[in-house]
Nanobody
Framework: QVQLVESGGGLVQAGGSLRLSCAAS????????MGWFRQGPGKEREFVAAITRSGGSTDYADSVKGRFTISGDNAKNTVYLQMNSLLPEDTAVYYCAVGSYYLLRIGAKIDYWGQGTQVTVSS
């Protein structure tokens, strides 16, 4: 089993920044990508960003492009999400996920999910 543990969430004012981390531990896994999803109040879970395990490719939802940056440390099995220029509509529980990089955007065939970390952006 693989455990994904997110950290770095919290309360921030609009325009501020937060950096989320997701550390994978347990058995080794061969999934090609790691990514982030979020679920806001009363909303469905949505894709935020993904990165290949090699770090060579990234993918972003249009709503966060130019504001969020995903990066990874393959040696540490850790993925990060740097969130800048945060908006109140970014308020959500953010989940880390591991799966096929090419399917993460559509949320298909996710191998593992983290437990989530709350991000709240005040106006």
């Amino acid at each position: 089993q693989v455990q994904l543990v997110e950290s770095g969430g919290g309360l921030v004012q609009a325009g501020g920044s937060l950096r989320l981390s997701c550390a994978a531990s347990g058995r080794t896994f061969s999934s090609s990508g790691m990514g982030w999803f979020r679920q806001g109040p009363g909303k469905e879970r949505e894709f935020v960003a993904a990165i290949t395990r090699s770090g060579g490719s990234t993918d972003y939802a249009d709503s966060v492009k130019g504001r969020f940056t995903i990066s990874g440390d393959n040696a540490k099995n850790t993925v990060y999400l740097q969130m800048n220029s945060l908006l109140p509509e970014d308020t959500a529980v953010y989940y880390c996920a591991v799966g096929s990089y090419y399917l993460l955007r559509i949320g298909a065939k996710i191998d593992y999910w983290g437990q989530g970390t709350q991000v709240t952006v005040s106006s």
